[in-house]
């Protein structure tokens, strides 16, 4: 029997999905079927593989990525797809009752425009997933609040201090604020949350929970163009050491909370933090225990930059930490020249006779 599951057409602007190498999506999507057609829960990982003609080995490696990456929920060894209940409903043509409670439905959305309370629609978001989408966010915030690491706690702290603050100026009573874990879950930069959350606490002034903003900052956070209006927040280096053990221990996964990674432009981790825990600033690889820190201006700098041009390629990126109280810029190579060149005057070697030959 065929069985459909629902994607969300804004599941391409999930922060999780986007971290996910086209194999690691492909499995997502592979393994949501798997689920989907066993009632929204993984079978034993052997029946997995059989019907996947996959080791098992192998499909046990993309269980345990996809938990670590927040899509797959480990329940006492039952591998399911994060929130799969929530976004799985079932399907109107099992419920006889929908059309009634649709059509209520509408009508009470259609007099709560007019100002209208219709008290027999009230049941209607109890049963159907057309439940408002603040109370569903509020649930996934305290579902997901225990994932915030130690740098999204802080961010959070600097939010909720904001917008408390915004709330003493005018004299009100500050809102829920849980659903501010759920927006810096889903990756969304604390500038755009503040920047759309508070023109509307300054004229909402009944406000209960600041899920009523959620529509405002998700806009807000689609428009790739929009500059967030608040700094990150501090970090000292303890924080960044924290989240660089993480950052190695859980197979390369970084914070989500504390910006671009380890190689990409923008990081913000200190490069000497970095280099502590043998990770190279500038590629965001590991640094193994023969590495070599190239200094500019030496004659093995001058080999790799004479190789790189003979290449047409990209010279390497160079970066600035600190050796024996000294200031150098540099980069990190597993070798001290390239293939070819001579170690002492970083010169190009003549070939061999018999590679000329």
């Keep these: 029997m065929t069985h459909w599951w629902r994607a969300e057409d804004t ?29 929204g829960a993984l079978p034993p990982t052997e029946d997995v593989a059989i019907r996947l003609r996959m080791k098992p080995v192998k499909v046990a490696e993309w269980i345990t990525k996809l938990v670590a990456a927040g899509l797959y929920d480990n329940d006492n060894g039952i ?26 439905y ?23 997933p057309e439940q408002s989408r603040a109370e569903t966010d509020s649930e996934q915030s305290r579902a997901d609040a225990r994932a915030l690491d130690e740098i999204g706690l802080k961010n959070e702290a600097v939010l909720v201090a904001s917008f408390t603050a915004v709330c003493a100026s005018l004299g009100r009573k500050p809102p829920d604020m849980r659903q501010i874990a759920t927006w810096l879950l889903d990756g969304i ?33 689609a428009k790739a163009g ?14 960044w050491r924290a989240t660089v053990r ?10 989500r909370h504390a910006g671009p990674e380890p190689g990409m432009i923008g990081c913000r981790c200190p490069v000497h933090v970095l ?37 047409k390629a990209r010279p390497p ?9 000294v200031a150098k810029r540099g980069f990190f190579s597993p070798i001290a020249v390239p293939n070819g060149y001579d170690e002492a005057t970083g010169e190009k070697l003549a070939p061999r006779s018999e590679d000329a030959a």
């Excluded at 043509?93 to 409670?101: G, L, Q, S, V």
């Excluded at 993480?246 to 914070?255: I, V």
């Design 11 to 39: 599941s391409i602007d999930h922060p999780k999905l986007l971290k996910l190498s086209d194999a690691m999506f492909r499995a997502w999507y592979t393994l949501n079927c798997v689920a989907s057609a066993n009632d």
């Design 79 to 104: 591998f399911k797809p994060h929130n799969w209940s929530k976004r799985q409903y079932k399907s109107d043509k099992t419920d006889p009752t929908n059309a009634e409670r649709q059509k209520r």
């Design 106 to 128: 509408r009508n009470r959305h259609r007099n709560d425009s007019n100002g209208v309370t219709d008290s027999e629609s009230n049941d209607v978001t109890d049963k159907r």
């Design 189 to 221: 930069a604390i500038g755009t949350i503040q920047a759309a959350v508070t023109p509307i606490l300054k004229r909402k002034a009944d406000m209960a929970s600041l899920a009523y903003c959620d529509s405002a900052v998700r806009e807000g956070h």
């Design 226 to 239: 929009v500059a967030p209006s608040l700094e990150p927040v501090p970090l000292t280096d303890d924080d």
């Design 246 to 255: 993480r950052f190695k221990a859980n197979g390369s996964l970084w914070s």
């Design 275 to 311: 280099v502590e825990a043998n990770i190279d600033p500038a590629t965001g690889h590991d640094i193994g225990s023969g590495w070599h820190f190239v200094v500019e201006g030496t004659v093995e700098m001058a080999a790799f930059l004479h190789e790189a041009q003979s290449r």
């Design 317 to 325: 990126k160079l970066i600035e930490i600190e050796q024996d109280g």
